[in-house]
Protein backbone atom coordinates (compact mmCIF):
# COMPACT_ATOMS: atom_id res chain seq x y z
CA UNK A 1 0.00 0.00 0.00
CA UNK A 2 2.81 2.54 1.14
CA UNK A 3 4.87 0.96 -1.58
CA UNK A 4 2.45 1.95 -4.17
CA UNK A 5 1.42 5.65 -2.78
CA UNK A 6 5.13 6.45 -3.03
CA UNK A 7 5.97 5.57 -6.19
CA UNK A 8 2.89 7.41 -7.43
CA UNK A 9 4.51 10.60 -5.81
CA UNK A 10 7.37 10.40 -7.71
CA UNK A 11 9.78 7.81 -5.51
CA UNK A 12 11.17 5.07 -6.76
CA UNK A 13 9.97 2.04 -4.32
CA UNK A 14 11.47 -1.49 -4.21
CA UNK A 15 8.78 -3.76 -2.39
CA UNK A 16 10.37 -6.91 -0.39
CA UNK A 17 7.79 -9.35 1.07
CA UNK A 18 8.66 -13.11 1.63
CA UNK A 19 5.26 -13.82 0.35
CA UNK A 20 5.64 -14.64 -3.25
CA UNK A 21 2.42 -15.11 -4.37
CA UNK A 22 1.86 -11.24 -3.30
CA UNK A 23 5.19 -10.69 -5.06
CA UNK A 24 3.98 -12.30 -8.37
CA UNK A 25 0.70 -9.99 -7.69
CA UNK A 26 2.21 -7.14 -7.69
CA UNK A 27 4.50 -7.37 -10.61
CA UNK A 28 1.19 -8.85 -12.65
CA UNK A 29 0.03 -4.72 -11.85
CA UNK A 30 -2.40 -6.09 -9.32
CA UNK A 31 -2.86 -5.12 -5.03
CA UNK A 32 -1.85 -8.19 -3.32
CA UNK A 33 -5.21 -7.81 -1.45
CA UNK A 34 -8.58 -5.53 -1.56
CA UNK A 35 -8.10 -1.92 -1.05
CA UNK A 36 -10.47 0.65 -3.24
CA UNK A 37 -8.29 2.44 -5.74
CA UNK A 38 -4.80 0.21 -4.77
CA UNK A 39 -4.85 -2.19 -7.85
CA UNK A 40 -4.82 1.00 -10.00
CA UNK A 41 -2.06 2.46 -8.03
CA UNK A 42 0.04 -0.46 -8.49
CA UNK A 43 -1.20 -0.77 -12.30
CA UNK A 44 0.29 2.77 -12.90
CA UNK A 45 3.39 2.39 -10.86
CA UNK A 46 4.65 -0.87 -12.45
CA UNK A 47 3.87 0.43 -15.61
CA UNK A 48 5.96 3.50 -14.95
CA UNK A 49 8.59 1.56 -13.73
CA UNK A 50 8.43 3.49 -10.51
CA UNK A 51 7.43 0.14 -8.23
CA UNK A 52 9.22 -2.85 -8.62
CA UNK A 53 8.56 -6.09 -6.19
CA UNK A 54 11.09 -8.83 -5.21
CA UNK A 55 11.18 -11.77 -2.35
CA UNK A 56 14.68 -10.48 -1.65
CA UNK A 57 16.07 -7.45 -0.29
CA UNK A 58 18.47 -6.85 -2.32
CA UNK A 59 17.56 -3.44 -2.94
CA UNK A 60 18.29 -2.28 0.27
CA UNK A 61 22.08 -2.01 -1.28
CA UNK A 62 21.44 1.32 -3.12
CA UNK A 63 18.38 2.32 -1.14
CA UNK A 64 18.57 6.12 1.01
CA UNK A 65 15.15 4.73 3.07
CA UNK A 66 14.03 0.91 4.16
CA UNK A 67 10.70 1.34 5.18
CA UNK A 68 9.88 -1.69 7.73
CA UNK A 69 6.26 -2.66 7.52
CA UNK A 70 6.09 -6.40 8.87
CA UNK A 71 3.39 -7.39 11.08
CA UNK A 72 3.60 -7.65 14.67
CA UNK A 73 0.70 -9.97 15.72
CA UNK A 74 -0.58 -11.00 19.14
CA UNK A 75 1.27 -13.72 21.06
CA UNK A 76 -1.28 -15.76 22.94
CA UNK A 77 -0.90 -13.96 26.04
CA UNK A 78 -1.57 -10.79 24.26
CA UNK A 79 1.73 -9.51 24.31
CA UNK A 80 3.49 -8.37 20.31
CA UNK A 81 5.07 -10.93 18.50
CA UNK A 82 8.31 -9.64 17.33
CA UNK A 83 9.95 -12.46 15.05
CA UNK A 84 8.78 -10.76 11.99
CA UNK A 85 10.64 -7.42 12.57
CA UNK A 86 13.47 -9.00 14.36
CA UNK A 87 14.12 -11.07 11.21
CA UNK A 88 13.28 -8.34 8.75
CA UNK A 89 15.79 -6.11 10.55
CA UNK A 90 18.23 -8.66 10.48
CA UNK A 91 17.97 -9.09 6.60
CA UNK A 92 18.90 -5.69 6.04
CA UNK A 93 21.56 -6.00 8.78
CA UNK A 94 23.09 -8.53 6.09
CA UNK A 95 22.58 -5.87 3.37
CA UNK A 96 24.34 -3.18 5.15
CA UNK A 97 27.55 -4.94 6.07
CA UNK A 98 27.57 -5.97 2.57
CA UNK A 99 26.91 -2.41 2.22
CA UNK A 100 30.11 -1.56 3.80
CA UNK A 101 32.24 -3.85 2.19
CA UNK A 102 31.44 -2.76 -1.27
CA UNK A 103 32.35 0.82 0.13
CA UNK A 104 35.71 -0.31 1.64
CA UNK A 105 37.79 1.89 2.33
CA UNK A 106 35.15 5.05 1.75
CA UNK A 107 32.12 5.76 3.76
CA UNK A 108 29.83 4.06 3.33
CA UNK A 109 26.40 4.83 2.06
CA UNK A 110 23.58 6.05 4.77
CA UNK A 111 20.76 4.20 5.16
CA UNK A 112 17.61 5.06 7.06
CA UNK A 113 15.28 1.96 8.95
CA UNK A 114 11.87 3.59 9.37
CA UNK A 115 10.20 1.16 11.50
CA UNK A 116 6.33 1.11 10.23
CA UNK A 117 5.41 -1.48 11.90
CA UNK A 118 3.45 -1.03 15.37
CA UNK A 119 5.93 -1.60 18.48
CA UNK A 120 6.14 -1.04 21.79
CA UNK A 121 8.11 2.05 23.15
CA UNK A 122 11.50 1.36 23.37
CA UNK A 123 11.16 -1.63 20.36
CA UNK A 124 13.64 1.02 18.06
CA UNK A 125 16.02 1.33 20.98
CA UNK A 126 16.09 -2.00 22.16
CA UNK A 127 15.83 -4.32 19.61
CA UNK A 128 16.16 -2.69 16.01
CA UNK A 129 19.20 0.12 17.20
CA UNK A 130 21.31 -3.09 18.43
CA UNK A 131 20.91 -5.00 15.11
CA UNK A 132 23.30 -1.69 13.17
CA UNK A 133 25.36 -1.40 16.40
CA UNK A 134 28.44 -2.08 14.02
CA UNK A 135 27.17 0.46 11.46
CA UNK A 136 27.33 4.30 12.30
CA UNK A 137 25.40 4.67 8.59
CA UNK A 138 22.21 3.39 9.20
CA UNK A 139 20.02 5.42 11.18
CA UNK A 140 17.04 4.07 12.85
CA UNK A 141 13.58 6.24 13.13
CA UNK A 142 10.11 5.54 14.05
CA UNK A 143 7.35 6.37 11.73
CA UNK A 144 4.14 4.19 12.87
CA UNK A 145 1.53 3.97 10.05
CA UNK A 146 -1.90 5.41 10.60
CA UNK A 147 -3.93 4.38 7.88
CA UNK A 148 -7.17 2.22 7.72
CA UNK A 149 -7.73 -0.46 6.20
CA UNK A 150 -10.80 0.35 3.34
CA UNK A 151 -9.79 3.59 3.28
CA UNK A 152 -6.16 3.48 3.09
CA UNK A 153 -5.33 4.96 -0.30
CA UNK A 154 -7.09 8.35 0.67
CA UNK A 155 -5.68 8.31 4.22
CA UNK A 156 -2.23 8.16 2.54
CA UNK A 157 -3.10 10.96 0.57
CA UNK A 158 -4.69 13.45 2.99
CA UNK A 159 -3.17 11.60 6.08
CA UNK A 160 -4.56 12.46 9.39
CA UNK A 161 -0.71 12.38 11.28
CA UNK A 162 2.59 11.67 10.11
CA UNK A 163 4.65 11.16 13.03
CA UNK A 164 8.63 10.61 12.73
CA UNK A 165 10.24 9.90 15.93
CA UNK A 166 14.04 9.78 16.24
CA UNK A 167 16.80 12.06 17.60
CA UNK A 168 18.98 12.49 14.11
CA UNK A 169 17.42 15.59 12.50
CA UNK A 170 18.97 14.69 8.95
CA UNK A 171 17.09 11.54 8.99
CA UNK A 172 13.70 12.81 10.39
CA UNK A 173 13.62 15.30 7.86
CA UNK A 174 15.14 13.23 4.84
CA UNK A 175 11.64 10.81 6.11
CA UNK A 176 9.32 14.23 6.47
CA UNK A 177 10.42 14.84 2.68
CA UNK A 178 9.03 11.50 1.48
CA UNK A 179 5.46 13.18 1.72
CA UNK A 180 6.50 16.78 0.79
CA UNK A 181 4.77 16.74 -2.38
CA UNK A 182 1.22 16.28 -0.18
CA UNK A 183 2.02 19.30 1.51
CA UNK A 184 1.80 17.86 5.03
CA UNK A 185 3.75 18.80 8.14
CA UNK A 186 4.69 15.94 10.20
CA UNK A 187 5.18 15.64 13.61
CA UNK A 188 8.54 15.27 14.64
CA UNK A 189 9.37 13.45 18.09
CA UNK A 190 11.33 11.08 20.11
CA UNK A 191 11.58 7.41 19.05
CA UNK A 192 9.78 6.29 22.10
CA UNK A 193 7.34 8.85 21.91
CA UNK A 194 6.61 8.10 17.79
CA UNK A 195 6.22 4.31 19.30
CA UNK A 196 3.69 5.18 21.91
CA UNK A 197 1.67 7.86 19.73
CA UNK A 198 0.50 4.73 17.79
CA UNK A 199 -0.80 3.03 20.51
CA UNK A 200 -2.31 6.09 22.07
CA UNK A 201 -4.34 6.84 18.62
CA UNK A 202 -5.35 2.96 18.35
CA UNK A 203 -6.68 2.86 22.46
CA UNK A 204 -8.15 6.27 22.35
CA UNK A 205 -10.22 5.06 18.56
CA UNK A 206 -11.41 1.61 20.92
CA UNK A 207 -12.17 3.48 23.82
CA UNK A 208 -14.59 6.23 21.28
CA UNK A 209 -16.24 3.24 19.46
CA UNK A 210 -17.11 1.73 22.56
CA UNK A 211 -17.90 4.72 24.60
CA UNK A 212 -19.91 5.59 21.67
CA UNK A 213 -21.99 1.94 22.20
CA UNK A 214 -22.43 2.10 25.44
CA UNK A 215 -24.12 5.22 25.22
CA UNK A 216 -26.43 4.37 22.29
CA UNK A 217 -27.07 1.17 24.48
CA UNK A 218 -27.99 2.85 27.38
CA UNK A 219 -29.84 5.46 25.37
CA UNK A 220 -32.00 2.44 23.38
CA UNK A 221 -32.99 1.23 27.12
CA UNK A 222 -34.31 5.12 27.80
CA UNK A 223 -36.08 5.60 24.86
CA UNK A 224 -33.16 8.23 23.35
CA UNK A 225 -32.08 8.15 19.80
CA UNK A 226 -28.30 7.34 20.44
CA UNK A 227 -27.56 8.96 17.14
CA UNK A 228 -29.11 11.83 18.15
CA UNK A 229 -26.87 12.51 21.10
CA UNK A 230 -23.80 11.12 19.99
CA UNK A 231 -24.66 13.52 16.80
CA UNK A 232 -24.71 16.38 19.16
CA UNK A 233 -22.71 15.87 20.81
CA UNK A 234 -19.94 15.54 18.48
CA UNK A 235 -21.57 19.71 17.72
CA UNK A 236 -19.29 20.87 20.60
CA UNK A 237 -16.02 21.51 19.39
CA UNK A 238 -14.85 23.39 22.24
CA UNK A 239 -15.16 20.09 25.22
CA UNK A 240 -16.30 17.19 23.61
CA UNK A 241 -14.09 16.97 20.20
CA UNK A 242 -11.60 18.91 21.43
CA UNK A 243 -8.48 18.40 22.96
CA UNK A 244 -9.95 19.35 26.42
CA UNK A 245 -9.80 16.66 29.08
CA UNK A 246 -6.94 14.86 27.01
CA UNK A 247 -4.24 15.89 28.95
CA UNK A 248 -2.46 13.43 31.44
CA UNK A 249 -2.69 15.13 34.87
CA UNK A 250 -4.48 14.88 38.59
CA UNK A 251 -7.26 12.94 38.85
CA UNK A 252 -11.12 14.22 38.44
CA UNK A 253 -13.11 15.22 40.93
CA UNK A 254 -15.65 18.20 41.47
CA UNK A 255 -19.91 18.09 42.15
CA UNK A 256 -20.57 17.29 38.69
CA UNK A 257 -18.44 14.04 36.82
CA UNK A 258 -18.23 11.46 39.92
CA UNK A 259 -21.83 12.17 40.84
CA UNK A 260 -23.32 12.10 37.17
CA UNK A 261 -21.05 8.98 36.05
CA UNK A 262 -22.32 7.15 39.49
CA UNK A 263 -25.99 8.11 38.47
CA UNK A 264 -25.26 6.89 35.16
CA UNK A 265 -23.95 3.33 36.25
CA UNK A 266 -26.49 3.16 39.13
CA UNK A 267 -29.22 3.65 36.03
CA UNK A 268 -27.69 0.77 33.87
CA UNK A 269 -27.36 -1.41 36.64
CA UNK A 270 -31.11 -0.99 37.31
CA UNK A 271 -31.87 -1.73 33.66
CA UNK A 272 -29.84 -5.12 33.57
CA UNK A 273 -27.10 -2.99 31.25
CA UNK A 274 -22.97 -3.80 31.42
CA UNK A 275 -21.54 -0.49 30.46
CA UNK A 276 -17.81 -2.13 31.47
CA UNK A 277 -16.43 1.17 30.11
CA UNK A 278 -18.51 3.83 31.81
CA UNK A 279 -18.66 1.60 35.05
CA UNK A 280 -14.38 1.72 34.86
CA UNK A 281 -14.21 5.69 34.97
CA UNK A 282 -14.59 5.70 38.71
CA UNK A 283 -12.06 3.09 39.86
CA UNK A 284 -10.09 4.32 37.05
CA UNK A 285 -10.03 7.75 38.58
CA UNK A 286 -9.35 6.13 42.39
CA UNK A 287 -6.25 4.59 40.86
CA UNK A 288 -5.14 7.65 39.59
CA UNK A 289 -5.14 9.04 42.89
CA UNK A 290 -3.88 6.15 44.23
CA UNK A 291 -1.10 6.63 42.60
CA UNK A 292 -0.92 10.16 42.95
CA UNK A 293 -0.73 9.39 46.78
CA UNK A 294 1.63 7.06 46.91
CA UNK A 295 4.35 8.84 44.95
CA UNK A 296 4.19 12.09 47.23
CA UNK A 297 4.26 9.84 50.32
CA UNK A 298 7.12 8.00 48.72
CA UNK A 299 8.67 11.51 48.85
CA UNK A 300 11.51 11.89 51.62
CA UNK A 301 9.54 14.69 52.81
CA UNK A 302 7.86 15.58 56.45
CA UNK A 303 6.46 19.08 55.68
CA UNK A 304 4.20 18.94 52.44
CA UNK A 305 2.66 22.37 50.79
CA UNK A 306 -0.11 21.90 48.58
CA UNK A 307 -0.79 24.79 46.03
CA UNK A 308 -4.25 24.42 45.10
CA UNK A 309 -7.02 22.57 46.99
CA UNK A 310 -10.08 22.96 45.09
CA UNK A 311 -10.82 20.52 42.07
CA UNK A 312 -9.27 22.52 39.64
CA UNK A 313 -8.51 26.23 38.81
CA UNK A 314 -10.17 28.85 39.08
CA UNK A 315 -12.95 27.98 41.64
CA UNK A 316 -13.53 27.24 44.75
CA UNK A 317 -15.65 24.20 44.84
CA UNK A 318 -14.14 21.75 47.18
CA UNK A 319 -16.79 18.93 46.67
CA UNK A 320 -15.10 15.61 45.62
CA UNK A 321 -11.97 17.23 45.02
CA UNK A 322 -9.55 14.76 44.80
CA UNK A 323 -6.72 17.26 46.44
CA UNK A 324 -8.88 16.67 49.41
CA UNK A 325 -8.50 13.18 49.55
CA UNK A 326 -4.37 13.76 48.93
CA UNK A 327 -4.98 15.72 52.34
CA UNK A 328 -6.37 13.50 54.18
CA UNK A 329 -3.91 10.52 52.81
CA UNK A 330 -1.05 13.04 53.56
CA UNK A 331 -2.16 13.91 57.68
CA UNK A 332 -3.51 10.41 58.40
CA UNK A 333 0.02 9.13 57.72
CA UNK A 334 1.35 12.09 60.02
CA UNK A 335 3.15 14.73 57.08
CA UNK A 336 2.90 18.05 57.77
CA UNK A 337 0.68 20.14 55.59
CA UNK A 338 0.18 23.53 54.49
CA UNK A 339 -2.06 24.53 51.74
CA UNK A 340 -2.75 27.18 49.61
CA UNK A 341 -5.33 28.15 47.08
CA UNK A 342 -6.04 32.26 46.13
CA UNK A 343 -9.35 31.03 45.59
CA UNK A 344 -10.33 29.53 48.64
CA UNK A 345 -11.56 31.93 51.59
CA UNK A 346 -13.71 30.06 54.55
CA UNK A 347 -15.38 32.49 55.53
CA UNK A 348 -17.43 33.31 51.71
CA UNK A 349 -17.98 29.59 50.60
CA UNK A 350 -22.06 28.88 51.60
CA UNK A 351 -24.67 25.68 50.40
CA UNK A 352 -23.16 22.22 49.72
CA UNK A 353 -19.90 23.56 49.30
CA UNK A 354 -19.58 24.69 52.81
CA UNK A 355 -21.60 21.82 54.49
CA UNK A 356 -19.24 19.22 52.51
CA UNK A 357 -15.91 21.10 54.19
CA UNK A 358 -17.64 21.23 57.29
CA UNK A 359 -18.29 17.26 57.01
CA UNK A 360 -15.35 16.18 55.58
CA UNK A 361 -12.23 18.46 56.43
CA UNK A 362 -13.11 20.51 59.18
CA UNK A 363 -9.52 20.97 59.83
CA UNK A 364 -8.81 22.31 56.61
CA UNK A 365 -9.11 25.91 58.37
CA UNK A 366 -5.59 25.05 60.32
CA UNK A 367 -3.59 24.07 57.29
CA UNK A 368 -5.35 27.15 54.75
CA UNK A 369 -2.29 29.42 54.62
CA UNK A 370 -3.27 33.18 53.15
CA UNK A 371 -0.33 33.79 51.01
CA UNK A 372 2.03 31.56 48.55
CA UNK A 373 4.91 32.77 50.34
CA UNK A 374 4.09 31.42 53.54
CA UNK A 375 4.29 28.19 52.02
CA UNK A 376 7.41 28.77 50.05
CA UNK A 377 8.87 29.92 53.60
CA UNK A 378 8.01 26.70 55.09
CA UNK A 379 11.90 25.28 54.20
CA UNK A 380 11.17 22.27 52.49
CA UNK A 381 7.73 22.21 49.44
CA UNK A 382 7.25 19.30 47.37
CA UNK A 383 4.17 19.96 45.29
CA UNK A 384 2.44 17.78 42.53
CA UNK A 385 2.44 19.13 39.11
CA UNK A 386 -0.02 18.78 36.21
CA UNK A 387 1.34 16.08 33.82
CA UNK A 388 4.42 15.48 36.10
CA UNK A 389 6.00 13.23 38.68
CA UNK A 390 6.28 15.08 42.17
CA UNK A 391 8.91 17.38 42.39
CA UNK A 392 10.82 19.18 44.85
CA UNK A 393 10.33 22.99 44.21
CA UNK A 394 13.67 24.91 44.78
CA UNK A 395 12.80 27.30 42.11
CA UNK A 396 9.04 27.65 42.01
CA UNK A 397 7.97 29.95 39.82
CA UNK A 398 4.10 30.75 40.86
CA UNK A 399 2.17 30.48 37.10
CA UNK A 400 -0.45 33.50 36.56
CA UNK A 401 -2.87 31.53 38.51
CA UNK A 402 -0.67 29.35 41.25
CA UNK A 403 -2.77 26.56 40.95
CA UNK A 404 -0.72 22.81 41.28
CA UNK A 405 -2.07 19.92 40.74
N1 LIG B 1 -3.29 -3.16 8.48
C1 LIG B 1 -3.38 -1.88 8.79
O1 LIG B 1 -4.31 -1.19 8.37
C2 LIG B 1 -2.34 -1.22 9.65
C3 LIG B 1 -2.47 0.14 9.95
C4 LIG B 1 -1.50 0.75 10.73
C5 LIG B 1 -0.44 -0.01 11.21
N2 LIG B 1 -0.35 -1.33 10.91
C6 LIG B 1 0.80 -2.07 11.42
O2 LIG B 1 1.62 -2.37 10.31
C7 LIG B 1 2.23 -3.64 10.50
C8 LIG B 1 1.91 -4.56 9.33
O3 LIG B 1 0.50 -4.81 9.33
P1 LIG B 1 -0.16 -5.64 8.15
O4 LIG B 1 -1.63 -5.70 8.44
O5 LIG B 1 0.28 -5.13 6.82
O6 LIG B 1 0.50 -7.09 8.39
P2 LIG B 1 0.49 -8.36 7.42
O7 LIG B 1 0.78 -9.52 8.27
O8 LIG B 1 -0.74 -8.34 6.57
O9 LIG B 1 1.70 -8.08 6.42
C9 LIG B 1 3.02 -8.19 6.84
C10 LIG B 1 3.84 -8.64 5.64
O10 LIG B 1 5.20 -8.67 6.01
C11 LIG B 1 5.80 -9.76 5.32
N3 LIG B 1 7.04 -10.09 5.98
C12 LIG B 1 7.21 -10.59 7.22
N4 LIG B 1 8.51 -10.77 7.48
C13 LIG B 1 9.19 -10.38 6.38
C14 LIG B 1 10.57 -10.33 6.03
N5 LIG B 1 11.53 -10.73 6.87
N6 LIG B 1 10.91 -9.90 4.81
C15 LIG B 1 9.96 -9.49 3.96
N7 LIG B 1 8.66 -9.52 4.22
C16 LIG B 1 8.27 -9.96 5.42
C17 LIG B 1 4.75 -10.85 5.36
O11 LIG B 1 4.97 -11.80 4.37
C18 LIG B 1 3.47 -10.04 5.13
O12 LIG B 1 3.16 -9.98 3.76
C19 LIG B 1 1.73 -4.15 11.86
O13 LIG B 1 2.65 -3.79 12.85
C20 LIG B 1 0.44 -3.41 12.04
O14 LIG B 1 0.11 -3.30 13.40
C21 LIG B 1 -1.27 -1.94 10.13
Redesign the pocket.
Known sequence: MTAACLASLGHRVFG????QH?IDEVRNGRAPFYEPGLDELVRENIAAGRLSASTS?DAIANADIALV?????SEKNGNLGLD?LR??VG?IATQVAGRVESHAGSRAKPLIVAI???VFPGTCEEVVQPAFADSAAVSVVAH??????GS?VRDFFEPPLVVIGGSDHAALSCVADLYQPLGVQASLVSLRTAEMIKYASNAFHAVKISFANEIGALCEQVGVDGHEVMATLCEDVKLNISPAYLKPGFAFGGSCLPKDLRALVYRAAHLDLKLPLLESAMPSNEQHLRRAIEAVLDLPAQRIGVIGLAFKEDTDDLRESPVVTLLEQLIGKGRDVKVFDPRIRLDAIYGSNRNFILETIPHIGRLLTGSLDQILAWRTIWCWRKSRPPQRCSKFKPAPSPFLT
Do not use: H, N
Open positions: VDRDKACVGTPQRAERSTPEFLREA
